[in-house]
């Protein structure tokens, strides 16, 4: 079967065939406007060049008040060009980082489009993050513009060495009118081309035994990010698409933002915290067919029953999730509560998305599996230690074996050492076995990251925070599972000597996380302990920890 992207325009491939007949270059050549050897523009390949169809629609867009609007792609162009030109009149140069602060609102795809449009690289800031975690990230990339919003532009106030601010609405003395900027600024603004390993994303993935690390997205991603959409979510023409996860995290900016513009294809921003009702709400109103998420969403779902599922059943053709492993209870609920099928996905910001179980490409589908490799990836499940292949039904680490992957394109953490690589292996870090299918089977994190409602959350950062505070001698902090949102996180505090451990103490130490770091990140339980277990070198055993919470 040839591999040709038009055969999956409402058809389903057997996958097998599908990869043997795969050119990733061929792709490249067929789904870029630009040329991985001539040079790219991330504004041109998710904007301009379905411009031209002037009624082609980029967003659909609603707030939790019920405020709605539409862009346009070539609405979205000459705003992106405008954003451009406010951009280079403030100096910043082709490779510069400029951050976003923004809620999901129309303005954030104008700032995203037009920091692609200039050369730029964008960078989410997640609108819970509090000072510290803001300070970090702009520091650590060298930032040298912040756009927020008026909710949010206090949050700045307590950034240590903050860039420059650019505020829409309200702004502060001293801060940058994203209004009267944009007015004086022109649509014309002829985009910048850059390399097909320059970055146009800046993303931050937390780490367990260090400070969140950098990973610089190259421009060549984005034809990995266009097969994710086309063979795994099986983004269709007729479609109308809402990815509800956040666009400052990898998922949301990866896959409700650049994938599906690429694509040509309208995105869905809902402005207003997750409900059932909402959610159903959306689906209804925008009559959405096509539905990407984290699993913690879709058990939220599941848990409030069939009878407010009952509206939406049989308006979803397909649901992708994504994030955490997808339970299997949910994967059944969705089949008879709402009548589509829901497939689990598997990726990580170093890389996208890699093993899926895929809507448009025909391959056994079964519950706990997180799928077959995405075209242009070669998977292997290794013994840590030897990077020898493992057999099936044997636990071991997922890698992907560089040089026969041409559609990895990780290579290396911003300005830091990168210890995954090992030989021609790139290891996740996830544990993993291999069906007799060739499929994957997802077994658990082989590191401290814990994973609560779709967020990733780094125990060092809260560790951190806590430690901020006067009373804290030590802290070790674990997720404990939890039925609801796969984890929650849990801090061990050890107190200064002479300090008593009360409930007020802990809702305080609960606060500061929220405020220092971010709202989804603070301990739902703090216990206080005279001490941590550690190996004689001094290192905390988490592990230790983890062991007694599932017992």
Request: proline residues 7%; contains cysteine; charged residues 25%.
């Amino acid at each position: 079967m040839s591999a040709d992207l038009d055969v999956l325009a409402g058809q389903t491939p057997a996958y097998d065939a599908y990869v043997a007949g795969f050119d990733y270059e061929a792709l490249a050549a067929k789904v870029l406007s630009g040329s991985v050897t001539g040079g790219l523009n991330a504004c041109v390949e998710c904007c301009d060049r379905h411009a031209g169809d002037t009624a082609a629609v980029a967003l659909h867009w609603e707030n939790k008040d019920g405020d709605r609007a539409t862009v346009t792609f070539a609405e979205l162009q000459a705003r992106a060009a405008r954003f451009a030109n406010v951009l280079k009149a403030q100096g910043v140069q082709p490779g510069d980082r400029v951050a976003g602060l923004l809620p999901r609102i129309p303005e954030l795809l104008t700032v995203i489009l037009g920091t692609w449009r200039a050369g730029a690289v964008y960078q989410p800031l997640f609108t819970a993050f509090g000072p510290k975690a803001i300070e970090y990230r702009c520091g650590a990339s060298e930032a040298k513009l912040v756009v927020t919003d008026a909710a949010n532009r206090s949050k700045l106030d307590d950034v240590k060495g903050c860039p420059a601010i650019m505020t829409i609405a309200a702004p502060r003395d001293g801060d940058l009118d994203f209004a009267a900027e944009m007015d004086r600024a022109s649509e014309d603004f002829a985009p910048v081309m850059r390399g097909a390993e320059d970055p146009f994303l800046m993303m931050f993935t937390s780490g367990t035994t260090g400070l969140p690390k950098g990973v610089a997205v190259p421009l060549k991603a984005m034809v990995a990010f266009y097969e994710y959409m086309r063979f795994s979510v099986d983004l269709r023409p007729d479609d109308r698409y809402w990815n509800i996860a956040d666009p400052g995290w990898a998922y949301g900016l990866y896959y409700a933002v650049t994938g599906p513009l690429m694509m040509g294809h309208a995105t869905t921003l809902y402005d207003g915290p997750f409900t059932v009702d909402g959610t159903y709400k959306v689906i209804l109103d925008n009559g959405i067919t096509n539905l990407a998420g984290a699993p913690t969403a879709y058990r939220l779902l599941m848990g409030a029953g069939k009878e407010p599922a009952a509206a939406v059943k049989g308006k979803l053709r397909v649901v992708s999730s994504a994030g955490e492993p997808l339970n299997p209870e949910v994967i059944r609920w969705f089949d008879d509560a709402l009548g589509c099928p829901i497939y689990d996905h598997y990726g990580q910001t170093e890389m996208g998305m890699a093993v899926c179980n895929h809507h448009a490409l025909l391959h056994p589908v079964e519950a706990g599996s997180a799928g077959v490799p995405l075209p242009g990836f070669a998977i292997g499940v290794l013994d840590e230690e030897t990077l020898e292949e493992l057999p099936p039904h044997k636990p071991g680490i997922l890698a992907v074996r560089r040089p026969a992957s041409p559609g990895f394109w990780f290579q290396g953490y911003w300005q830091q050492e990168t210890k995954s690589f090992k030989g021609d292996w790139y290891l996740t870090g996830d544990t993993v076995e291999l069906n007799e299918d060739g499929s994957i089977a997802f077994v658990g994190r082989s590191d401290d990251i814990i994973t609560s409602s779709g967020y990733r959350i780094g125990p060092f950062d809260v560790e951190s925070a806590l430690i901020e505070h006067p009373a804290v001698a030590e802290t070790a902090v674990i997720g404990k599972p939890d039925p609801e949102r796969t984890e929650i996180v849990k801090a061990f505090v050890v107190l200064k000597k002479g300090i008593e451990g009360t409930p007020e103490l802990a809702e305080e130490l609960q606060m500061l996380v929220k405020k220092r770091l971010a709202a989804h990140a603070y301990p739902r339980e703090v216990v206080f302990v005279e001490e941590l277990p550690k190996t004689p070198s001094g290192k905390i055993q988490r592990f230790l920890l983890r062991k007694q919470e599932s017992v």
